[in-house]
T-cell receptor, first 113, second 111 residues
C-alpha cells in the first residue's frame, strides 16, 4: 500500500533560519506529490505540487520542494523562516490513475523569535 | 471564486446520536472528496464522488457512515449512530483536475 512518511512530528526553528521538512513516499511509480499547510483554525491550503516536468517546484510564501526519484523524497524547504510560517504541514501523494490523496502524519513547524 | 465551505464548523454530540455534515464544493468542480483526521493521526480518505456518483468509497469505516451528493452539487455525510471513535476533523475537498481544494473542516466530538 502507498505510504507517506514525514520525519518529525514537530520541527523548531528560529526566525530567519532555514526550514527543512522531510517527506518520503513508497511507490515504484512516481506519483503526484503535494504539500499542504494548515494554519490555526483554518483549512488545508495548497503550498505546491509536483506532477511532471521540472523536479524543483516553487510554491507560495517562498517555499519550494524538490522531487528526487532515486531517494523517493519530496522535502519542503524555505531559506528563511518567518513567524507567520508557524503551522502544520502535510505531505501527500496521489498515484496516477487513482484520485485519492494519501497523507503523511503532518509536521508542526514552530518558529521562535 | 468562493472556496469549499463546510457546515457546521463544530459539532458536539452524544454517543448514539446522529450527525449530518455538509460540504459545498467550488462551483464547477465535479470531483468531491471526504477525508477524516482522527486526533494525532494522519488525514485519511473516506470517499470520492464524481458528480452524483460514488467513484471510490473504499475508505468508509463502516455502514454507520452514509454519504450522498444528490444533483451533483453539495454533499452530506451522515453518521448514525455516532460512536466515540468517530470524533475527529472531517474535511471535504473538491477538484476539477489533479489539485484538490480543501474546506476548513468540521470538528466532531462524540461524548
Amino acid at each position: 500500500a502507498q505510504s507517506v512518511t514525514q520525519l518529525g512530528s514537530h520541527v523548531s526553528v528560529s526566525e530567519g533560519a532555514l526550514v527543512l521538512l522531510r517527506c518520503n513516499y513508497s511507490s515504484s511509480v512516481p506519483p503526484y506529490l503535494f504539500w499542504y499547510v494548515q494554519y490555526p483554525n483554518q483549512g488545508l491550503q495548497l503550498l505546491l505540487k509536483y506532477t511532471t516536468g521540472a523536479t524543483l517546484v516553487k510554491g507560495i510564501n517562498g517555499f519550494e520542494a524538490e522531487f528526487k526519484k532515486s531517494e523517493t523524497s519530496f522535502h519542503l524547504t524555505k531559506p528563511s523562516a518567518h513567524m507567520s510560517d508557524a503551522a502544520e504541514y502535510f505531505c501527500a501523494v496521489r498515484l496516477t490513475g487513482f484520485q485519492k490523496l494519501v497523507f503523511g502524519t503532518g509536521t508542526r513547524l514552530l518558529v521562535s523569535p | 471564486e468562493a472556496g469549499v465551505t463546510q457546515f457546521p464548523s463544530h459539532s458536539v454530540i452524544e454517543k448514539g446520536q446522529t450527525v449530518t455534515l455538509r460540504c459545498d464544493p467550488i462551483s464547477g468542480h465535479d470531483n468531491l472528496y471526504w477525508y477524516r483526521r482522527v486526533m494525532g493521526k494522519e488525514i485519511k480518505f473516506l470517499l470520492h464522488f464524481v458528480k452524483e456518483s460514488k467513484q471510490d468509497e473504499s475508505g468508509m469505516p463502516n455502514n454507520r457512515f452514509l454519504a450522498e451528493r444528490t444533483g451533483g452539487t453539495y454533499s452530506t455525510l451522515k453518521v448514525q449512530p455516532a460512536e466515540l471513535e468517530d470524533s475527529g476533523v472531517y474535511f471535504c475537498a473538491s477538484a476539477r483536475a489533479e489539485t484538490q481544494y480543501f474546506g476548513p473542516g468540521t470538528r466532531l466530538l462524540v461524548l
